[in-house]
Each structure stands twice: as structure tokens, then as C-alpha cells.
T-cell receptor
Framework: DAGVIQSPRHEVTEMGQEVTLRCKPI?????LFWYRQTMMRGLELLIY????????DSGMPEDRFSAKMPNASFSTLKIQPSEPRDSAVYFC??????????????FGPGTRLTVL | KNQVEQSPQSLIILEGKNCTLQ??????????LRWYKQDTGRGPVSLTI?????NTKSNGRYTATLDADTKQSSLHITASQLSDSASYIC???????????FGSGTQLTVLP
């Protein structure tokens, strides 16, 4: 398996623009997670899905952030409009079962977002 | 407030030496504790996942310990290699286990 796939790997955009990050989880995994990592705040869980359904989005910082999982093999994280403080590395991860389980989460390579 | 604190913040050791990283957690209720290794520019990779009933768990040269009474965990690296240079992150699910509390990480540098 190719592991968790994220695209793009790098994104540079201007403030106010819409940004869409994409993730393909490992085939057969039922849970998908979106994280954000910054130097100041470290790693933060934004939202996670189980069987394509959002289970907990309490980590989503603002209404400007939205995430969807239309099917088991694809998810998007959208920021509209983007702001400079959104600059971070965004990771997608997947696991076989729920976050409550002890299943290993497998992380993608991340998308480095820079908002100018 | 659920917290995970790691120490030291950074550590430099010589290749071949052993080292121990610390993690203190205050999460309730406790579910499990995880150690991740994150290389620069890469996503975190799981090293160990320990439940309440496990005191120690090994993954090659990495050995994690858990003391549920003192709410402490440690990650011991034996015979360090240059490739061990990375950030090591301690993570504990809390509450309904849907919230993951992350430590700020220990940056380990192994020098030749």
C-alpha cells in the first residue's frame, strides 16, 4: 500500500483565497483524521471521521474551516477565506477503527501551507 | 485541564549512547498513551501504544514504560543511531478519547 496520500505537498496562496487540501487514506481504514502542526501550538487534532461521517469537529478553529469525506477513499479540508495565521503543516492520518481504539494512526507526508 | 508535558525540550547525545525521554500526563479518564517519532519534514510515525495494564513495551531499540500511579511515561532509546535524530511526541487520548492531548515534543539530536 502507498500509505496515506496528501496533495498538494506545498501550497502558497494569498490572504483571502480559498485553499483545498486533499487526502487519500489507506485502503480499508475506517477512520480519518485531520491535524494541524505549528511551531507555537504543536500538533492539534482538527476533525476526525469514522465511516465517512464526521465524529468530532471540536478542533476546527473557525467557520472558515470545513472538511468533507464524500467516500471512503477521499477527504478534503477547505479554508475559505485563508488568513496568514492559517500557515502551518496540515497532516491527514487514517486508522482501522475509531480514535478510541488503540489502533495505530498512519500519517501522510503533510501539506505545508503558506498564506501570504 | 488535560495536559501532556514532555522533558527535556531538546537533547543532544553521541551516537551509540542511550537516552531517556520523559512524559507526564494528566488526562482523565485514561485510555492509552502513545509515542510518535517525527522526522523533519515528515509525518509522525507511531512507535508504541500502551494501555493502562501495560507497564512496558518495546519496539526494536525503543522501550516505553508507563506508570499509571504517577502518571508518567518514558521512552528509552538504546544504542542511539544518527537516524534517531527526530522529534518524539507523547500523546494521550482524554475525555471520551475523542480528544487527543499532545505533548510539545522532545527534539533529539544524535551526533557522530
Amino acid at each position: 500500500d502507498a500509505g496515506v496520500i496528501q496533495s498538494p505537498r506545498h501550497e502558497v496562496t494569498e490572504m483571502g483565497q480559498e485553499v483545498t487540501l486533499r487526502c487519500k487514506p489507506i485502503s480499508g481504514h475506517n477512520s480519518l483524521f485531520w491535524y494541524r502542526q505549528t511551531m507555537m501550538r504543536g500538533l492539534e487534532l482538527l476533525i476526525y471521521f469514522n465511516n465517512n461521517v464526521p465524529i468530532d469537529d471540536s478542533g476546527m478553529p473557525e467557520d472558515r474551516f470545513s472538511a468533507k469525506m464524500p467516500n471512503a477513499s477521499f477527504s478534503t479540508l477547505k479554508i475559505q477565506p485563508s488568513e496568514p495565521r492559517d500557515s502551518a503543516v496540515y497532516f491527514c492520518a487514517s486508522s482501522l477503527r475509531l480514535a478510541e481504539s488503540t489502533d495505530t494512526q498512519y500519517f501522510g507526508p503533510g501539506t505545508r501551507l503558506t498564506v501570504l | 485541564k488535560n495536559q501532556v508535558e514532555q522533558s527535556p525540550q531538546s537533547l543532544i547525545i553521541l551516537e551509540g549512547k542511550n537516552c531517556t525521554l520523559q512524559c507526564n500526563y494528566t488526562v482523565s479518564p485514561f485510555s492509552n498513551l502513545r509515542w510518535y517519532k517525527q522526522d523533519t519534514g515528515r509525518g509522525p510515525v507511531s512507535l508504541t501504544i500502551m494501555t493502562f495494564s501495560e507497564n512496558t513495551k518495546s519496539n526494536g531499540r525503543y522501550t516505553a514504560t508507563l506508570d499509571a500511579d504517577t502518571k508518567q511515561s518514558s521512552l528509552h532509546i538504546t544504542a542511539s543511531q544518527l537516524s534517531d535524530s527526530a522529534s518524539y511526541i507523547c500523546v494521550a487520548p482524554s475525555g471520551s478519547a475523542r480528544q487527543l492531548t499532545f505533548g510539545s515534543g522532545t527534539q533529539l539530536t544524535v551526533l557522530p
